[in-house]
């Protein structure tokens, strides 16, 4: 199925930006709904934020709301997370996933890259 690619992580000062990105290998990708989670170490995967297919709509996990975006270019097979006020607890390895419904739960997605480290220093 469709193969998934993070890019953008590194470290970065608390208070600053990262944009993550997350390229497919097909153009069928647009017919995807595309998540971004995170995994600290110690910790459960958590949910960062969806995007549907044609960009339409969007749902972000609490902890990230009016932090993070999330956006897409189809014509580029490409969603971006812009991180924004970036704090210390941020830091963790960030996914990006497909699946078939817009949802926060990791059941819900069925193809995942392989993630990209993202490291917040006080």
């Known amino acids: 199925q469709v193969q998934l690619l993070e890019s953008g992580g590194g470290l970065v000062q608390a208070g600053g930006s990262l944009r993550l990105s997350c390229a497919a290998s097909?153009?069928?990708?647009?017919?995807?709904?595309i998540g971004w989670f995170r995994q600290a170490p110690g910790k459960e995967r958590e949910f960062v934020a969806a995007?549907?297919?044609?960009?339409?709509?969007?749902i972000y996990g609490d902890s990230v709301k009016g932090r993070f975006t999330i956006s897409r270019d189809n014509a580029k097979n490409t969603v971006y997370l812009q991180m924004n006020s970036l704090k210390p607890e941020d830091t963790a390895v960030y996914y990006c996933?497909?699946?078939?419904?817009?949802?926060?739960?990791?059941?819900?997605?069925?193809?995942w890259g392989q993630g990209t480290q993202v490291t917040v220093s006080s």
């Open positions: 996933a497909a699946g078939a419904m817009i949802k926060t739960t990791i059941e819900s997605y069925r193809s």
């Open positions: 995007i549907s297919e044609y960009g339409g709509s969007t």
């Open positions: 097909t153009r069928a990708f647009r017919n995807y709904i």
